[in-house]
């Protein structure tokens, strides 16, 4: 008799890559051959994960190939679930892809889906296995209450079940008898599910002797006892109950997606897309920076302070919700994470710095990634979980790890939508129930609207609609050239007036960015940016060590007009006054070049807290700390800096600080619905065919392997062997490879590489007959198969 592994083995190359491209998970790690691959895909959880990427329509199929006695083709099926051939048709097609139903003739269900799917259709197990557990005289007993006489020549368990079958074929009569009570008993278990708790539920009772409606139907095998406290309800007995329907509404086709509100032209909703995909940019590059110089403390659960994350939203003018889902985003992207183990501070990554060197687009591509594969919901921020605590952003009681399938599934059915409609909340939440059924509950529908509420933000979506370049990314395109076109282009000039504002007329190129906003403060946003120059924003410029002429100089270079007087005299009035004490440690001094200034500090009231006592004529000593005399002298309106042992001045503004992620972990933990590509399942194919061949031919499994090159190992310089492992994914080429194990033993392998990232090669390796993944540190060289080494 075929077996499940036969069939999988008699199916060809694209339909083994069709199963694993919808079934991934399968591939981690690539079985031995297909007799390991259809083990693993009968595995509880391998059958779980499948059935829950299936429609509803679908999975009534399945479920009614389950209830179903016999599943010659699809008119039985189409019967039950009130469909047509057609629809039932291409539902069976969906499954034999997944290998949850194989066959050629009779179709059957792949081992392990019967345990997946307990209650098939919401019906309860037949008769005959529902009263398997009871005893041959509790059966007589049923028997001779059904029949009036009792059973004669029935010596078995098998033949008593049989006959109580028979009996229950038809239980009007008896359901009638039962009396109305107990008739509303049966119809709340009819649909499903078809179990209840009761108790005592095995005790012996007879017709004569029942009372309550429970008793009723346990003494007329309406209801089985399946131990002391539970009952259940038989196949026949919810099938008449039912009409003989298996389903009560289960349409073959997903409900509609309702608009909202009137259409809008393409270019109207890709403009507000565009602006809002520019202004999250902004926002997480102004974060970033201010985090740079003045990183929030990690709190001892993981997380972000409150106070943190609303002064986060007070900087950035967004409500507290947004600020969370910005700093989870540039979490999620790389670009944050936190310095040390203890008493560490979060901190932008070095890859930030990279990001920065980007233009728009490319920045957007980076955030987005990230928001689609986290496995976090910044919706979180704030609330309590079920022990009434209070969830941080940033902490792992943020992560949902649904959140990236349902944020793909709800952009999806975005993508589904007519073109220039925008689609009602209720209608995605209708869709998202008819194709993911098994996944539903209270936590899908805030992640479903919280992902709205995300997208439009984000720049995702416009007016609703999900963009054009955004559908670009679902798909697995680029979307910068499209988010490109709808970008207004960085500018490097800005109109300074003699107010003393400058008015940026658009986003500024980086390095102007960053500068302008050390020596002025952001005013207002919007179209264009209004920055203010202030005495105390001046004098942030010069304690970051810029100096008069650097400040003045850069606003020259990039103002359109010439930079007018009252902004001159203000930077060169800070300036004069900038640097004029000298604050070392004694604990610390003061100095300067003019005594009758320290004359002035003495006599003024406010410094009696600062413990100053006179060394000389131009020096005065305090038992402070450095840091707390500059604060103290700058309440008093003085502007002094800090000074080094030598005389030289310390800037008092740090350098914009980094943190390298932990070398042992990712920068976020990601869990999305792998999508494996066309190469690798390739590759997979092959190793599962080469083992299988293996495995048939036993001894002669050595043969089945390439033969290595004779002569050494290659050996090659490091980016040359990495430049050419991606010639050969590039051209699906086939490569001799030198390789060291852990124990620095060298070996040949020749391999068919599939994909170079993240210091792993991972390809298919003929010498092994398996697909392997091989760190690029050990590899010590590469060559050609027709090149010669030793050249």
Do not use: C
């Not at 649909?191 to 009761?198: A, D, H, I, N, S």
């Not at 009035?573 to 200034?597: K, Q």
């Amino acid at each position: 008799m075929e077996t499940y592994a036969d069939w999988l083995r008699a199916r060809g190359d694209d339909e083994l890559r069709a199963l694993l491209s919808a079934r991934p998970e399968l591939l981690a790690p690539v079985p031995a051959d297909l007799t390991a691959l259809a083990a693993r895909a009968a595995t509880p959880a391998a059958i779980s994960r499948a059935l829950d990427r299936l429609d509803r329509f679908t999975l009534a199929v399945l479920e009614a190939l389950l209830v179903l006695p016999d599943s010659d083709g699809p008119a039985p099926v189409a019967a039950a679930v009130a469909a047509t051939a057609d629809q039932v048709t291409a539902a069976l097609e969906t499954l034999r892809r997944y290998g949850l139903a194989w066959g050629n003739g009779t179709l059957s269900t792949a081992p392990g889906v019967r345990h997946g799917l307990p209650h098939p259709a919401g019906l309860g197990p037949p008769a005959r296995e529902a009263f398997a557990g009871y005893s041959p005289d509790r059966l007589i007993e049923l028997i001779t209450d059904l029949e009036g006489t009792a059973p004669r020549g029935f010596a078995d368990s098998a033949r008593l079940l049989g006959r109580l079958t028979e009996l229950l074929a038809e239980p009007g009569p008896l359901i009638d008898d039962a009396g109305p009570e107990a008739r509303a008993a049966l119809d709340a278990l009819a649909w499903g599910p078809p179990v209840g708790r009761v108790a005592d539920a095995r005790r012996p009772v007879r017709v004569a002797t029942a009372v309550t409606p429970i008793e009723r139907l346990l003494a007329r095998g309406l209801l089985a006892a399946e131990d002391d406290r539970t009952v259940t309800l038989p196949r026949e007995i919810a099938l008449h109950l039912r009409g003989g329907h298996l389903f009560r509404d289960v349409p073959a086709a997903p409900p509609p997606l309702t608009p909202a509100g009137e259409p809008r032209g393409e270019e109207i909703v890709v403009r507000a897309a565009a602006g809002e995909a520019a202004a999250a940019v902004r926002l997480i590059e102004e974060l970033l920076e201010r985090w740079g110089l003045e990183p929030p403390p990690v709190l001892r659960s993981g997380g972000l302070a409150v106070r943190d994350l609303r002064a986060a939203a007070a900087l950035l003018d967004v409500p507290e919700w947004h600020a969370a889902l910005l700093v989870e985003v540039a979490y999620a992207a790389g670009l944050l994470t936190r310095s040390g183990d203890l008493d560490g501070e979060w901190l932008p990554t070095p890859a930030y710095d990279l990001w920065l060197m980007r233009d728009t687009a490319g920045r957007w591509t980076e955030l987005a990634h990230g928001w689609l594969k986290s496995d976090r919901a910044a919706g979180l921020a704030g609330e309590r979980d079920e022990r009434d605590r209070l969830i941080n952003a940033l902490s792992e009681a943020m992560v949902r790890s649904s959140a990236p399938a349902t944020r793909r599934a709800v952009l999806e059915i975005l993508a589904d939508a007519a073109p220039g409609t925008a689609v009602t909340e209720h209608a995605v939440r209708a869709r998202l129930a008819w194709l993911r059924p098994r996944r539903g509950g209270p936590m899908r529908d805030r992640l479903l609207g919280w992902t709205l509420r995300e997208a439009a933000v984000l720049g995702f979506t416009g007016f609703g609609e999900l963009a054009p370049f955004a559908r670009d990314l679902l798909a697995g395109d680029d979307p910068e050239p499209r988010l490109e076109k709808h970008l207004p282009a960085p500018v490097d000039e800005i109109v300074i007036q003699a107010d003393l504002t400058a008015i940026a007329p658009g986003p500024l190129v980086t390095d102007l960015a960053r500068e302008l906003a050390l020596a002025a403060d952001v005013e207002s946003t919007g179209g264009a940016t209004v920055y203010r120059f202030t005495p105390e924003s001046v004098r942030r410029a010069l304690d970051a060590g810029r100096t008069a002429a650097d400040v003045t100089e850069l606003l020259a270079r990039h103002s359109a007009t010439p930079l007018p007087q009252p902004l001159t005299y203000l930077i060169d009035d800070v300036a004069r006054r900038h640097g004029h004490l000298r604050v070392g440690a004694l604990a610390s001094y003061v100095r300067t070049d003019s005594s009758s200034t320290l004359d002035e500090i003495l006599a003024d009231r406010r410094s009696e807290v600062l413990r100053l006592y006179r060394l000389a004529p131009t020096v005065l000593a305090s038992g402070l700390q450095r840091a707390d005399l500059l604060d103290g002298l700058r309440a008093m309106g003085l502007a002094p800096v800090a000074e080094a042992p030598g005389g030289g001045v310390i800037v008092t503004r740090p350098d914009a600080q980094r943190a390298e992620p932990p070398p042992t972990a990712e920068i976020v933990r990601i869990r999305p619905e792998e999508r494996t590509d066309a190469a690798m399942l390739s590759a997979a194919v092959r190793a599962l065919r080469a083992g299988d061949e293996a495995s048939a031919h036993g001894a002669e499994q050595a043969r089945l392997r390439a033969d290595t090159p004779s002569g050494e190992p290659p050996r090659s310089p490091a980016m040359a062997t990495i430049e050419r492992l991606r010639a050969a994914v590039e051209r699906g080429g086939r490569v001799w490879i030198g390789y060291l194990d852990q124990q620095g033993q060298a070996s040949s392998r020749i391999v068919e590489p599939v994909r170079v990232e993240g210091g792993f090669l991972t390809g298919y390796d003929a010498t092994r007959a398996a697909v392997h993944r091989f760190a690029l540190h050990r590899i010590t060289g590469v060559s050609e198969l027709d090149d010669d080494p030793a050249q």
